[in-house]
């Protein structure tokens, strides 16, 4: 079994600045590239932010320069700095992680039950 646990979410103002975490936990062999994505109301899930087990990274347009994703792979543990948000930011967020296990030889997508951000006034 493998879960991913995210922190972090909350409300905060225009201009304001949250920090996600995301850890994944169980039987872990190796984690692979991990993400994150978010879904607003009314709209499709769309990646952020990716980065992979190496520390390469990759962002949306929308987000360049104002989020940054960061890895510790000590602790299986990816973070999500979000600065400068904006109202059009909220949105629940999602971690996802391509996992291999210790009992089974191909690796797995695995998500988180999302954190709510919330960018309001």
């Known amino acids: 079994q493998v879960q991913l646990a995210e922190s972090g979410g909350g409300l905060v103002q225009p201009g304001g600045s949250l920090r996600l975490a995301c850890a994944a936990s169980g039987r872990i062999l190796r984690v692979f590239d991990m993400r994150w994505y978010r879904q607003a109301p009314g709209k499709q899930r769309e990646v952020v932010a990716t980065?992979?087990?190496?520390?390469?990274?990759d962002y949306a347009d929308n987000v360049k320069g104002r989020f940054t994703i960061s890895r510790d792979n000590t602790k299986n543990t990816i973070y999500l700095q979000m600065n400068s948000l904006e109202p059009e930011d909220t949105a629940v967020y999602y971690c996802n992680a391509l996992i291999r296990r210790t009992d089974k030889f191909d690796p797995y997508n695995y998500w988180g039950q999302g954190t709510q951000v919330t960018v309001s006034s």
């Open positions: 980065i992979t087990n190496d520390g390469s990274t």
